[in-house]
């Protein structure tokens, strides 16, 4: 499910509740039934919060929900798509997410170099206009990477408008409001990207013969004119698409697009965030194909009815509380298939009441057959995951190159985990050269009535982006009161590594925590030379399970009923979990009181490997102390400790890296041979988003959204920052 993870910045301000509680019996509880009516959830593990009965069974205070229902297209009507040309863009442009249609994130423009790179300066600034609206809470965080085809950038604001810019001077052509309110963001207003589109029905010259398409936080999706930002007419209803149908009981906030649909094949795949830690019967993470076309309905994988891949009538609704996928897909045209990295059940912290089916497909990359829905292969990254380890990267595509001269179609997965699992695309079986295996994992400490698997995967031929297993020698402080008071909660923790039990009795450690690894950032990919680049997360949690009883007393309340109010700062990652047995506290390993980490930095690391060599070309810390400091008060040092990041890189051809991501607000030049940082720039807000280049006339550009992230702690912004050589160097 989405994480809550950006809360975990080193120097954070913000408060953690308590972290130890007396131990007490936990509450039984049983799940409500099963059939599919539109009914709302049953709180049945507390006494105190239910939901209130909807007036109908659709979702209401949703602007989706205003929207007429969609209709359903038969497969055998879907008109054949016409070869899209992402998978080989022209050098010059950047036509997806992640840049091309295997998100490699790697460009081959080689204009700015190592020996450049210190002359880069602003070509231009553009301004979403979108900034906290005066007297609510910060939700903003961007994390919008734009994209460019021809001589303009198309891009979405953290609220869903859409707009094309010029891509030398940031003129803007045109806007589309999406008239979202600012209630309905769910746990980030976060719009990753839009979806570039060239219709195989619409002749060319005509309207929507090349559209731009978005989904919303308000759960609606969009087809827009590339050319003018009009609606397209004969898409959905006059250009919309109500994404809330068949999900049954919601409210705003609860479920919401925050990342691209890939389009594969004339069929659009659409996945949704579900806000964590709510219930255990949440709305469904269901996926859903739509026709590209016309925006009809094509099919649904819906986990707990898998042989069912119509839309739901009026009076039923998807299965509540399955796997989500939140992240950005990676689809393959030749295959036919789409690759989905799943999230978990709702509920992250307690398993035992999943299904069968739930617990095959959670934390897990999917292939799904985009003609019908069907599940085509599963590979798990973590078994009967409690610790909200859903994969949060895209998946990438490469042809491997076996030494018996044979050419495998593969993906790259990586994980919260640090761990890279290297998979045939066409199977989902681990490459021979990159083999899994299941190592035994302690399971002692947890509660007895949620039971822990006995085995673990771990890709075995990538280095893993991690640091071995903690221990009290690694405490860390400001001084040595503050290193003594680490040790002891280390030492009052439940800890035996990385597969450490959710408990009620004591704390629990979470390491590498669910912000570790790689997250929605993803690596880069270069296919020339098979180099993986990398920036990652060491940033351990402090959590614990809480009876019903106590967290009814802490007002852990979910966001469907009116007592909820929106949290923020360390709280916003408590977990309700209504409807089972446990809520959950969830905050950073820290010293309470300075708010520094427990653990020794760095926190944040950038680690180039050699795919076809199996080993780290380089591995240093990433992000400075500049903007960091002991009670959140920023140093100005430029020692680069290793800060929490969030955010992806992008390689060139020049040999230079772009990535902002870190808490230190800037975005970052290395130098892809020996991973030293060649320059930096201060931007005017958080840079968590991906960076991405681009060329026109012959010079080359890098753009960075430098919008900031609520939880991370960065400073918001609606700049989207454009850099290039000076003229008279771009030649």
Known sequence: MRNQAYLLGILLSGTVLGASFPAAQAQETAPPSTTHRAIPPEDVASSIYHPPAPETPQATGVNAANLPDVDELPIDQLPQAVPQESANPKPEDWPAYGHDDRATRYSPLKQITPENVGKLQRAFVYHTGVLVPKGNL?????ETTPIKIG????????????????????????????????????????????????????????????????????????AVNADDGKLCEGFGHGGQV????????????????????????????????????????????????????????????????????????????YSRGTPNSWTAMTGDNALGLVYVPMGNSSADYYSAMRSDAENKVSS????????????????????????????????????????????IPALIMPTKRGQTFILDRRTGKPLPDFPVVEKSVPTEGGVKDDQRTQ?????????????????????WGMSPLDQLACRIKFRRAHYVGEFTPPSLDRPWIEAPGYNGGSDWGSISYNPQTGIVLANWNNVPMYNQLVTRKTADQLRLIP????????????????????????????GPFWNEFTRVMCNAPPYGMV??????????????????????????????????????????????????????????????????????????????????????TYAVNG?????????????????VSDQLVVYALPEQDAK
């Not at 009967?384 to 994969?391: E, G």
């Not at 007592?563 to 959950?584: K, L, S, V, W």
Request: glycine residues 10%.
């Open 138 to 142: 910060n939700r903003l965080a961007p």
């Open 151 to 222: 001589d303009s950038l198309y891009l979405c604001s953290a609220t869903n408008d859409m707009m094309r810019i010029d891509a030398t001077t940031g003129k803007e052509k045109w806007r589309f409001h999406s008239h979202e309110s600012y209630d309905a963001i769910p746990f980030t207003s976060a719009c990753k990207s839009v979806t570039y589109y060239t219709s195989s029905t619409v002749p060319e010259g005509q309207p929507c013969h090349n559209r731009i398409i978005e989904g919303t936080l308000d759960n609606r999706m969009i």
């Open 242 to 317: 109500n994404l809330m149908q068949g999900m049954g009981w919601s409210v705003p906030r609860f479920v919401g697009v925050t990342s691209p649909v890939p389009i594969i094949n004339g069929v659009i795949v659409v996945n949704h965030e579900v806000l964590d830690g709510q219930r255990r019967w949440a709305p469904s993470g269901v996926i859903r194909g739509y026709d590209a076309e016309s925006g009809r309905f094509l099919w649904a994988w819906d986990v707990n009815n898998p042989n069912d891949h119509h839309q739901p009538d009026k009076d039923h609704y």
């Open 364 to 407: 897990s990359v999917v292939a799904l057959d985009v003609r019908t829905g069907e599940p085509r292969w599963v590979f798990q990254t973590v078994h009967k995951d409690v610790w909200d380890y859903d994969i949060g990267s895209q998946a990438t595509l490469f042809d491997y190159h076996a030494d018996d001269g044979s050419v």
């Open 455 to 475: 085995t673990q995967p771990w890709s075995v031929g990538v280095p893993r982006l991690g640091f071995p297993k903690l221990t009290e020698a690694d405490m």
């Open 559 to 586: 966001v469907d009923v009116p007592q909820y109010t929106p949290r923020h700062g360390m709280t916003a990652g408590n977990a309700a979990q209504a409807e089972t047995p446990y809520g959950a506290l969830v």
């Open 607 to 692: 680690t180039a490997i050699d795919l076809k060599a199996h080993k780290v070309l380089w591995q240093r810390p990433f992000g400075s102390a500049r903007a960091n400091g002991p009670w959140g008060i920023p140093t100005g040092m430029p020692l680069t400790i290793g800060t929490p990041n969030n955010g992806g890189s992008v390689m060139t051809a020049g040999g230079v890296a772009f990535i902002g991501a870190s808490s230190d607000n800037q975005i970052h030049a290395i130098d892809l041979k020996t991973g030293k940082t060649l320059w930096t720039d201060v931007l005017p807000g958080g840079g968590q988003a991906n960076a991405m």
């Open 699 to 715: 010079r080359q550009y890098v753009a960075i959204m430098a919008g900031g992230h609520h939880l991370m702690g960065t400073p």
